[in-house]
């Protein structure tokens, strides 16, 4: 079950700014991937501990969830691995207006909550500004990797990316085993989808 927070409440406009990589990471100068959504972190922890020739940032807006994630990873000796708690949209531009530098070399965006009534489309993390303002902190030929089991909200962000001039559909399957998920591993939800047998829809595109 989905846990709706309005990403639009006041209550998100401060953050806590992500920090430059070189203080997050023991190897700041590995590729960098962003997961949009990270919920309680399980995907990103099976990513970081498989993938060590890559950085991972997780962003959630939920604070209990990011919370739980921070304790755990203090836990483990995992050097790769950031979760930032607030609204990505703020995240995103304060990366852009501030003094650090990062660069994404892949985004991803599974399953983002689809607010299904109209009036809460606005609500939705797939925005044509938000399109650009990623564009902006990824290098060209990255990737932005999208899986939704909502047909409707599939095809919304998939006309939204593909309204902005900085991305290109990926027509043909790219090569996975040097990706920031090599293995291919699933998302809780994605597992649950799976295992209800019903449609998962997903595009990658490609930054130009």
């Known amino acids: 079950m989905r846990q709706h927070v309005n990403p639009l409440s006041n209550y998100y406009d401060q953050i806590i700014p992500i920090p430059p990589t070189r203080e997050i990471f023991k190897n700041p100068d590995l590729p960098l991937h962003l997961d949009l959504g990270s919920a309680n972190g399980d995907f990103l922890f099976k990513l970081a501990l498989q ?19 921070k304790l755990k990873l203090k836990d483990t000796n995992i050097s790769n691995l950031f979760f930032a708690y607030g609204n990505a949209i703020n995240l995103i ?12 070399d892949s985004i991803s965006v599974y399953f983002p909550d689809p607010w299904f009534k109209k009036k809460h ?17 990824m290098t060209n030929g990255s990737f932005i990797f999208v899986k939704s089991d909502v047909l409707e909200l599939f095809q919304y962000i998939d006309l939204t990316i593909l309204n902005s001039s900085s991305f290109l559909k990926v027509e043909k399957s790219i090569e996975l085993k040097n990706s920031f998920n090599p293995k291919e591993l699933r998302t809780d939800r994605e597992n649950y989808v799976v295992d209800k047998r019903l449609p998962i829809f997903e595009q990658i595109y490609v930054r130009q």
């Open 51 to 69: 993938n060590q020739h890559w950085n991972y940032i997780g962003i959630e807006i939920r604070e209990k969830l990011v919370t739980n994630a």
């Open 93 to 104: 531009k304060n990366l852009i207006n501030g003094v650090s530098s990062i660069k994404f």
């Open 121 to 137: 489309h606005k609500r939705r993390i797939i925005q044509d500004e938000f399109i650009y303002d990623l564009s902006k902190i």
